[in-house]
């Protein structure tokens, strides 16, 4: 993971405006009708924003999007998880209601203000599920800051296979395509299996986000020692069409107690793909292979 000393943010106050009032209205109409407490939680790197769904527990299910996303990315998770704690994340250094306020140079104060942030929630037990980005960043807090995570599902998580040329194909793809009329871009969500693209709300909301300045951070491959030093019960779930497909051949050799599962037909959107078999997989998951 590269480091960055720029602080990310939003370009301008009427950028933050823009974006917060398309934020809100997304999470207006398109979260359950089931109570949800935002909370602001302090950490040395800025103030972090979550969601509270279900009782208050020590043993949350924290859920961690991935690059360029936020809290709203987990909407439709929360009628399911209801009757358990959870908390949806704006990840600090994305477009969200988190405000960074110190730079974060590498995976080790990634892994820092994940795990202030946990201390911060009282989660003492708590089940990552982390998604391209967010699995890499469950990661490498559990490589830095292990005993306080029961167990980590990992969605066709960054980190655990090189970004080779179609990753980056599919990602520069997504985002011009994003730019398109809606029949068009529709259609190319259809032949690039992003459904983000086909979703008007969503592309709203990504369009907005482009007066953010992000930071310019890159995955870095985390090597068979590390992945074999991770104790906690560790599930990854796989698109069989992903760029990053690749991971669900290596690890079984590296790390044969983790639980993997390859979805043949999904692709790096896998969570939104196969989102009801990703929530089952969750939320049935212990630890067993």
């Known amino acids: 993971m590269a480091g960055s000393v720029r602080i990310p943010g939003f370009r ?3 950028a933050r405006e823009k974006f917060l009032a398309a934020y809100d209205a997304a999470l207006e109409s398109s979260w359950p ?12 790197f800025g103030t972090v924003r979550v969601y509270r769904c279900g009782p208050d527990g020590t043993d949350p299910f924290v859920l961690l999007t ?3 996303g936020n809290a709203l990315a987990w909407s439709r998770w929360m009628d399911r ?9 704006d990840p600090l250094g994305e477009p969200g209601h988190s405000l960074q306020t110190a730079p974060v140079r590498g995976p080790e104060d990634a892994a820092a203000w994940l795990e202030e942030l946990l201390a911060g929630l009282g989660a003492e037990r708590a089940h990552l599920v982390g998604v391209s980005w967010g699995g890499y960043l469950a990661l490498e807090h559990e ?3 292990p005993g306080r995570v029961a167990a980590i599902t990992l969605v066709d998580a960054a980190g655990l296979g090189p970004l080779g040329w179609r990753f980056w194909v599919w990602l520069i793809g997504g985002g011009l395509a994003a730019l398109l009329p809606g029949p068009l871009r529709r259609r190319a969500a259809r032949r690039l299996r992003n459904p983000t693209l086909a979703d008007d709300r969503l592309i709203a909301l990504l369009r907005a986000s482009l007066g953010y ?18 104790r906690v019960p560790v599930q990854a ?4 069409r992903s760029p990053l497909g690749a991971a669900a051949d290596r690890l079984p050799a590296v790390v044969p107690d983790w639980r993997v599962e390859r979805f043949p037909d999904a692709g790096h959107a896998l969570v939104l793909e196969a989102e009801h078999d990703v929530i089952d997989r969750v939320l049935s998951f212990t630890g067993r292979p």
């Open 12 to 14: 301008s106050d009427a």
């Open 33 to 44: 009708d089931v109570p949800v407490r935002a909370e602001g939680v302090p950490t040395a």
């Open 213 to 230: 300045r992000r930071p310019h951070t890159r995955a870095r491959l985390l090597p068979d020692d590390e992945l074999r030093a991770v």
């Open 66 to 68: 991935g690059a360029g």
């Open 81 to 89: 998880f209801a009757d358990r704690p959870v908390i949806a994340v």
């Open 143 to 145: 490589i830095r800051h």
């Open 237 to 240: 779930l796989v698109g069989g």
